[in-house]
């Protein structure tokens, strides 16, 4: 079904494109007609851009994605999914970029503030997304789903100590979040894998040493 709305998007495009080649051939173009063909090319790229990624072809969604915000009234929307196309593709370098840009021009938005702590996280800046995580919590200490990205971020950082602390909030404050036992699991996984058991051998293991008798030495 995507493949067809996909396929549909590419076709209605093409025929917009053909109708507009025959219209410059054969005709004079009518007051602001040019600006609607534009703005329906568009809205084409922007319907492509989607497809692609609901199809995971992150690249295209953002090459069509960067040719639809060269329409002023999709500029806002299309840099938005650009960002996420960018974060979903891993490239956090590029993703960042976006977010914070999308955050001057909107600095309390939640959405944009968690995504850039989550994009700092991924790309190793561990000191910048605690920040983030931190001021989020402190800001909204009623939202669960930031108290898990935050124990998120101390697993994949292996900080043992944080995630014990940041799970023991999260279990008191929201005893009936559904994802407490997976947590509990990759704690225990860390844990293990930090601090391994020493394995000590029983006694009943471990051979007998026999005793050497003292030799005998001559008085002589």
């Known amino acids: 079904m995507k493949k067809y709305r996909f396929f549909s998007a590419v076709f209605v495009f093409s025929a917009i494109f053909s109708f507009s080649s025959c219209q410059s051939e054969y005709s004079f173009r009518v007051p602001g007609e040019s600006e609607i063909i534009t703005t329906n090319i568009s809205l084409e790229y922007f319907a492509i851009a989607d497809e692609y990624l609901n199809l995971k072809n992150y690249q295209k969604a953002v090459q069509y994605y960067k040719l639809a915000m060269k329409n002023k009234s999709l500029n806002a929307a299309a840099y938005y999914k650009l960002a996420r196309s960018y974060a979903l593709a891993k490239d956090y370098e590029s993703a960042e970029k976006c977010y914070t840009k999308l955050l001057s021009v909107d600095p309390e938005n939640k959405d944009l503030q968690i995504s850039l702590a989550y994009i700092k996280g991924m790309s190793g ?4 997304a605690t920040r983030l995580y931190k001021e989020l919590i402190e800001k909204f200490p009623n939202d669960s789903s930031l108290l898990e990205n935050y124990l998120t971020l101390l697993l994949f950082s292996e900080n043992l100590e944080e995630s014990e602390k940041q799970y023991q909030i999260l279990s008191e404050k ?47």
Not at 125 to 128: F, I, N, S, V
């Open 125 to 128: 800046k561990t000191e910048e």
């Open 174 to 220: 929201f005893p009936d979040n559904a994802n407490l036992q997976s947590l509990s699991d990759k704690i225990e996984k860390l844990r293990e894998k930090l601090q391994p058991k020493e394995e000590t051998e029983s006694p009943a293991d471990t051979p007998e040493t026999p005793v050497k008798e003292p030799e005998k030495t001559s008085n002589l």
